[in-house]
């Protein structure tokens, strides 16, 4: 739910972890778990996905 990301838990599991998707299992890769971070700061409220581009794209 956005604006509470703690009630996120498993609901990209599937998605990220299909290679008919990704071509890879992303959790394999090392990567599902990353994505599932970067995720739970998007929906963390207004202004999220701002700050998140920020902190990955621009290392701020």
Do not use: C, W
Not at 40 to 49: F, L, N, Q, S, T
Request: no cysteine; proline share 5%; net charge positive.
């Amino acid at each position: 739910m956005v604006g509470h990301p703690e009630t996120f838990t498993d609901q990209l599991k599937p998605i990220l972890s299909n290679a008919r998707l990704f071509f890879i299992n992303l959790y394999q890769a090392g990567l599902g778990e990353k994505i599932e971070t970067m995720f739970r700061e998007m929906i963390a409220g207004p202004g999220a996905v701002k700050a998140m581009v920020h902190k990955y794209v621009e290392g701020k």
